[in-house]
């Protein structure tokens, strides 16, 4: 069973549309978190959420929107997309929402949005 | 400011070859420190995490990697690379909250290995 997974693995959409990215993990983690990768592989973290409460947003544009329905789950949706969110979107989830010698953090595999 | 460069973007090794790749980071207390890998098409995966005691610390995938408090590095080590170690090697450092939480990952920008036959 995949530990965190995202769906879709790959997206290409038009300028101006609006889509969403799930995020589901199976591991009973409380915290979940949304990192981009652009296209010089830069990672950095946008969002986290802990058992559904928002932990950090990270100047993130507000037309990007996280939703938590429950801690499994941790969704990504974009307003009104520019040529510039063409990215990598990764998930991932920890126990707790502080890294400890005794948790990590768990990524999914990724999902390659491409806007055009 | 926190920040993790890793000065090598690409890196070709033969297969059988040692390995080590680079790793500074800018940190003001004692830094969180991990090697995350991703091969293609994959998620991140952690090869190794350092936060106190032994400053050499054993990973997966036969990888080792050395914290050095006084060069600020951590430099991820491998003594005989297999073509299936071909992939994107990513160090971060664990950033702190005010409260002294570390709830984040600050990422280099990545170092891509290629194994020759």
């Known amino acids: 069973d995949t530990a965190v997974s995202q769906t879709p693995k790959y997206l290409v959409t038009q300028m101006g549309n609006d889509k969403s990215i799930k995020c589901e993990q199976n591991l009973g983690h409380d915290t979940m978190y949304w990192y981009k990768q652009d296209s010089k592989k830069f990672l950095k973290i946008m969002f986290s959420y802990n058992n559904k409460e928002l932990i950090i947003n990270e100047t993130v544009p507000n037309r990007f929107s996280p939703k938590s329905p429950d801690k499994a789950h941790l969704n990504l949706h974009i307003n009104s997309l520019e040529l510039g969110d063409s990215a990598v979107y990764f998930c991932?989830?920890?126990?707790?929402?502080?890294?400890?010698?005794?948790?990590?953090?768990?990524f999914g595999q990724g999902t390659r949005l491409t806007v055009v | 400011a926190q920040s993790v460069t890793q000065p090598d973007i690409h890196i070709t090794v033969s297969e059988g070859a040692s390995l080590e790749l680079r790793c500074n980071y800018s940190?003001?207390?004692?830094?969180?420190l991990f090697w995350y890998v991703q091969s293609p098409g994959q998620g991140l995966q952690l090869l190794l995490k350092y936060f106190s005691g032994d400053t050499l610390v054993q990973g997966i995938k036969g990888f080792e990697a050395e914290f050095k408090r006084s060069q600020s590095s951590f430099n991820l080590r491998k003594p005989s690379v297999h073509w299936s170690d071909a992939a994107e090697y990513f160090c971060a450092v664990g950033a702190r909250d005010y409260g002294g939480a570390t709830n984040k990952l600050i990422f280099g920008t990545g170092t891509l290995l290629a194994v020759q036959p």
């Open positions: 940190y003001g207390a004692t830094p969180y």
């Open positions: 991932a989830s920890s126990p707790r929402t502080t890294l400890t010698a005794n948790t990590e953090a768990f």
